[in-house]
């Protein structure tokens, strides 16, 4: 069974950074797409990134644009969603997820998304 974990949020001073981390486990296909995506209270979910396993091919919401880095370590199954330049407004919880883009929409829908992990809060806050 595919599960995904989180790690690395936490609370942190505005302008500060964090680095989470997405560690995928069990049996995955060769290619296949990680996105990050975060919940505020009382907002809808909304997609942050995507990185591509196999080309490594990434994309950003316009909201992180110049902030925030999606990378990969294949060997260690690990996507990584690198956050500088912390705003207040990006308080929310984070969430990883796969998707092994069917559809081949770029970026994959959230509705492509077939596993999901547990999400890490992070806080941004003086």
């Known amino acids: 069974q595919v599960q995904l974990v989180e790690s690395g949020g936490g609370l942190v001073q505005p302008g500060g950074s964090l680095r989470l981390s997405c560690q995928a486990s069990?049996?995955?296909?060769?290619?296949?797409?990680i996105g990050w995506f975060r919940q505020a209270p009382g907002k809808e979910r909304e997609g942050v990134s995507c990185i591509n396993k196999r080309i490594g091919i990434t994309w950003s919401a316009d909201s992180v644009k110049g902030r925030f880095t999606t990378s990969r370590d294949n060997a260690k199954r690990t996507v990584y969603l690198q956050m500088n330049s912390l705003k207040v407004e990006d308080t929310a919880v984070y969430y990883c997820?796969?998707?092994?883009?069917?559809?081949?929409?770029?970026?994959?829908?959230?509705?492509?998304?077939?596993?999901w992990g547990q999400g890490t809060q992070v806080t941004v806050s003086s």
């Open positions: 069990g049996p995955l296909l060769e290619d296949y797409i």
């Open positions: 997820a796969l998707s092994y883009w069917r559809s081949k929409n770029w970026p994959p829908p959230e509705n492509e998304y077939g596993y």
